[in-house]
């Protein structure tokens, strides 16, 4: 990865920031939502977030 700057730092992290808590949310919605099809969408939903925080992570040199 090519050398960032502290911008680029501090704009990845509040990107990381929305996709963990878009994940979170969708979560709970899954968990609490009572149409089936709804709360299957969430969690599909909640994934996508999820394999996005993780893909950043990696380019970041971190571990997911």
């Known amino acids: 990865m090519t050398n960032l700057t502290a911008k680029d730092l501090d704009v990845l992290v509040q990107v990381l920031t929305g996709e963990e808590m878009a994940c ?21 939903i909640a ?16 571990k997911s």
Request: a neutral charge.
């Open 24 to 44: 979170k949310k969708a979560r709970v919605y899954a968990n609490t939502l009572t149409d089936v099809a709804l709360a299957e969408e969430m969690r599909e």
């Open 47 to 62: 994934a996508q977030h999820e394999q996005r925080f993780n893909a950043l992570t990696q380019l970041l040199g971190g």
